[in-house]
């Protein structure tokens, strides 16, 4: 198993050019030193560095190692500040806003699990352009929030957002749809739906609402046959199961559709949701109860299976 002091070992004769300049950067002995990158050597099978006359270096298998190594040693170090962090803080209260989808599956996990880290939410539930805002205006300390299609959420330059999920969005339609029968939905079955009723969001700016009119608009169709605006996906359901309308839906309330609801796959990769953790940074990142939050959202989604 890998030592640390070996890649710290590695990493400071790449700095420095030289064992014995590397030994005064760490404040190490020279042998000591050597004793690393002879034990790392040892280790992989391959010399990791050459030496001669004007000092050391990497060889094309120690610059491998050092860019590995160099991830290892800033995990190790992002590990401890996290822990210590935390442990300073206490318990602490975090401005979370979540979208309502999301919540009615993830929200109660998510809080179970923030609490046992001493970390304390204040959830809010809203759309997703109130939630941009409230991270931009700093009103939220962190938001779950989603993207689709290549398209960009207007958030300002310090605004970090970490990747928790890809959620890959399904076609609904009414069971006795003549499109039904399609196992899933290529581009060519996909734009034969422009004409029917499709349910839109209520709120303006969603990114997945805009892909389906940008696609239906590429295919010659310039606008989309809205049949009711909801942000509610039980009611969206219900309405494709009277045969009202057709509609996307995320796999995430996806598992269980009622009677008279098909769900078929689309195969187009631009119609996957993105579930993004939003929230203000410094130089360094989020905090340690961001990044803490941002693994528990993580394991909640896995949690569902």
Do not use: C, K
Not at 49 to 58: I, P, V
Not at 171 to 178: F, R, T
Not at 184 to 200: E, K, N
Not at 293 to 301: C, G, K
């Amino acid at each position: 198993m890998i030592d640390l002091r070996q890649l710290q070992a590695l990493s400071a004769v790449a700095a420095e050019g030289s064992v014995a300049r590397a030994a005064l950067r760490l404040g190490w002995s020279q042998p000591t030193v050597d004793y690393h990158l002879r034990n790392l050597d040892r280790l992989v099978g391959v010399e990791l560095t050459t030496r001669s006359t004007r000092g050391s270096r990497l060889t094309a298998a120690g610059t491998l190692m050092l860019e590995r190594g160099e991830e290892i040693l800033n995990l190790a170090d992002r590990a401890v500040t996290d822990v210590r962090d935390l442990a300073q803080l206490g318990r602490i209260r975090l401005r979370f806003g979540t979208f309502p989808t999301a919540a009615a599956r993830l929200l109660p996990g998510i809080v179970s699990r923030v609490s046992e880290l001493g970390i304390e939410l204040d959830a809010t539930l809203e759309e997703l352009a109130p939630l941009v805002t409230g991270i931009n205006q700093h009103t939220l300390d962190a938001a779950l929030v989603y993207t689709a299609g290549g398209y960009q959420l207007p958030f300002r330059s310090e605004v970090h957002t970490t990747h928790v999920f890809t959620d890959p969005m399904l076609l609904a339609l009414p069971a006795n749809h003549p499109a039904a029968r399609h196992a899933s939905f290529d581009h060519d079955a996909f734009i034969g739906l422009a004409r029917d009723s499709w349910v839109m969001g209520s709120t303006p700016g969603d990114t997945l609402d805009d892909l389906v009119r940008e696609v239906f608009h590429a295919a010659g169709h310039p606008s989309v046959n809205v049949a009711i605006r909801t942000d509610d996906y039980s009611v969206v359901l219900g309405l494709i199961s009277a045969g009202l309308a057709v509609a996307l839906v995320p796999s995430l309330v996806g598992n269980n559709p009622p009677d008279g609801v098909v769900l078929r796959p689309i195969d187009d990769p631009r119609f996957t949701r993105e579930l993004l953790l939003a929230a203000p940074a410094g130089p360094g990142g989020p905090s340690a109860a961001v990044r803490q939050l941002a693994e528990v959202v993580r394991r909640s989604i896995a949690a569902l299976g």
